[in-house]
């Protein structure tokens, strides 16, 4: 085996470890990133892994809400709408996000992978959302922008799905959702529909 196809084959490796771990980026994107720093800064180059780390945790400190997103929730709330969050990220930083966002104090629970130490789109997560909110599957949407995390676990346990497309949905195209919205306010008379809420006036 060459040299060259030895040094693709660790990247890829890398790249599927890293996702994985929760690194919310895909394939293409992370392997155009270390490709870019190759050329940069040379083939052997020993750093790469950490700079392009550095580059979405630079990006990431730059978090800001989709548009609508703080209203809608608000507006779900006065619904008398439980609110939950299933993450893939580490306790620490999906804290750090959610507080960097000023979302932390809205969600009645929070789901990580240190909770569970198992990872979308296996059930484990999923159910355990389900058991902290005492609720059933058949009563809760999953709102996400990864189908084949978010979409394929939440429906493995029989929720209904919602696909963000307005998130990072790395160009898919059928995400096998009940429901596609291109803006987070569509959620509220999907809610209202899915709850035998909307009247002739909604």
């Not at 439980?82 to 009645?108: G, M, Q, T, Y």
């Not at 789109?121 to 990864?146: R, T």
Request: glycine share 6%; with cysteine; proline share 3%.
């Amino acid at each position: 085996m060459d040299f060259m196809t030895m040094k693709n084959g660790a990247v890829g490796a890398a790249i599927i470890a890293m996702q994985d771990a929760g690194l919310k980026i895909s394939f293409e994107e992370a392997k155009a990133k270390i490709d870019l720093i190759y050329r940069d800064r040379g083939i052997e180059f020993q750093t790469v892994f950490d700079e392009m780390l550095l580059d979405i945790i630079e990006r990431e400190a730059n978090l800001k809400t989709y548009p609508g997103v703080f209203s809608t929730l608000i507006e779900l709330l006065k619904m008398g709408i439980k609110l939950a969050i299933v993450s893939d990220a580490p306790s620490k930083e999906a804290w750090l996000r959610l507080s960097h966002l000023n979302l932390h104090h809205i969600f009645d629970v929070i789901v990580t992978y240190d909770e569970t130490r198992e990872r979308k789109p296996s059930p484990v997560p999923f159910n355990m959302a389900l058991e902290q909110l005492k609720m059933k599957a058949s009563e809760c949407l999953m709102i996400g922008d990864w189908a084949e995390r978010d979409m394929v676990g939440a429906k493995v346990v029989g929720m209904k799905t919602v696909f963000a497309r307005y998130g990072d949905t790395f160009n898919t195209v059928h995400p096998g959702s009940d429901y596609d919205i291109s803006d987070i306010r569509e959620l509220i008379q999907i809610v209202k529909k899915e709850n035998g809420l909307n009247s002739k006036n909604d």
